[in-house]
């Protein structure tokens, strides 16, 4: 036991000391900036498709080193950077050439990033729901909310939890329908063996602060698709300016941005890309600890995907059950575990339909997209019960613990434990 921990059955809180934050940045990490800060090369994007050396329309090296060894590690063809997963999803939508009169179906109890994608470019959110078990899509609410108009699902790897890539793929080739995977909280995930991002035409990563690796703000899309990378490219890098000189002739969505990563983070990334085994390792850990430890709480249910869904824990998920421990409401059992030092958050984020944006359906001028002619037959349900598991995961059930990974130690894990068993006594 570590001398900050204190026996259970005293009157002393469980855990006293902080938690650790989390930070593998590291030397490896100062040395990348160095070498890139000596470069004098800050940036070596150029929105022009004609070579123009040492500047390109694919970036510098050190955005080319990454994305060589993220394609690697995730085993995909094609790794396309960009300075955000917000980024990352808006390109992938543009990139499929999705828009006005489409559907796609995405998951409300996620990031927001993920129903504002379609919106950009003028399609129609659908929320599904999702499993209790997972947060992640459920394949039998996807089939209940297709219509003639669904075009895409995007399915998020929630938690870093592997949706149910079989069905999900199987639904999508019944019906023709192009699949976005959201990896942000997922790297290193696998479903089957293969890693999360390689199932559907296009997945996407996050490298943001608050992710298993980051370097502050940035993002990655992988696809198998030449056409479709380079279709990711150019809406990375001002398309419209380039799309004259590729062999390219589909203009949809071609419109281009700023999407491009700098030198500096992607030298930070890559260094970041190298550690991610052994960071999702100690993770790993530390869950199986706390799993183990608190099983047999009736009130509490642990994370357990099925086995060919291998998880990495972006943050710890718990379900609690209040009808198991007399009623106690999720806020007072929470209260509780504070009290014994022990931190766990209430309910992740409300189903996006909820918000304001979606209440009202007013993204653009005039309610667009909602009310273009082209989606006058789209009549999604934004309406409280459209997703009860959703929001009952968000109004009663669930909790999430974000401290379990690096560098927190398995010491540190046992403290979740023993508050666990503290309370539940
Ligand atoms: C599931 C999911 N998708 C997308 C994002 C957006 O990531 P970024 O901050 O890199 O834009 C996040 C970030 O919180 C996320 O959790």
Redesign the pocket.
């Known amino acids: 036991m570590n001398d900050q921990s204190a026996p259970i059955g005293t009157d002393t809180p469980v855990r006293t000391k902080p938690w650790k934050e989390s930070n593998a940045i590291g030397e490896e990490e100062r040395l990348a900036v160095e070498r890139v800060m000596q470069s004098g090369n800050l940036s070596m994007f150029q929105g022009s498709f004609k070579p123009n050396p040492p500047l390109s329309f694919l970036g510098g090296p050190e955005v080319q080193t990454l994305e060589a060894l993220a394609k690697d590690y995730i085993g995909s063809s094609h790794a396309i950077s960009v300075n ?4 990352g ?1 808006y390109a992938a939508v543009g990139a499929l050439g999705l828009g006005f009169g489409d559907e796609v179906i995405v998951s409300p109890y ?2 927001s ?2 129903a504002t994608a379609p919106l950009v470019y003028g399609a129609i959110p659908v929320f599904a729901d999702v499993e209790r078990e997972t947060g992640c899509l459920d394949p039998e609410s996807i089939r209940r909310n297709l219509t003639p108009r669904t075009k895409a699902i995007l399915v ?1 790897h ?1 938690f870093g939890i592997p949706a149910d890539m079989e069905a999900i793929m199987s639904i999508a080739h019944e019906h023709d329908l192009k699949v976005i995977e ?1 990896c ?2 997922a790297w290193g995930a696998s479903f089957k063996n293969k890693h999360v991002g390689t199932f559907g035409d296009i997945g996407i990563f ?3 602060v ?1 992710k298993t690796i980051q370097c502050g ?3 990655l899309c992988v696809t198998n698709d030449p056409d479709i990378a380079l279709r990711l490219q150019m809406i990375r890098n001002h398309g419209e300016a380039i799309v004259g000189d590729t062999q390219h002739h589909d203009l949809t969505n071609i419109i281009g941005f700023n999407y491009r990563m700098t030198e500096i983070s992607a030298a930070i990334a890559t260094e970041q890309l190298k550690k991610l085994d052994r960071l999702n390792a100690i993770r790993l850990e530390l869950v199986k600890t706390v799993s183990e430890g608190i099983t047999h709480h009736e009130c509490l249910s642990v994370p357990s995907p099925e086995a060919d869904r291998s998880a990495t824990y972006y943050v710890y998920p718990l379900r609690y059950h209040a009808e198991k421990f007399n009623n106690m409401p999720r806020a007072e059992f929470v209260k509780k575990l504070k009290e014994q030092g022990i931190i766990f958050y209430e309910g992740y984020v409300k189903p996006i339909y909820m918000l304001p944006m979606f209440q009202s359906r007013t993204a653009y001028k005039n309610g667009y997209p909602w009310t273009a002619p082209e989606n006058s037959e789209s009549d999604p349900n934004y309406a409280k019960g459209a997703c009860p598991v959703a929001e009952d995961l968000f109004e009663n059930e669930f909790l999430m613990n974000l401290h379990l990974c690096p560098p927190q130690t398995k010491e540190d894990a046992m403290d979740v434990v023993k508050g666990i068993e503290v309370v539940c006594r």
């Open positions: 955000s997963a917000t980024s999803l996620t990031m990033a993920c998020v929630q959201d942000a909280q996050s490298f943001n608050h703000e940035g993002g």
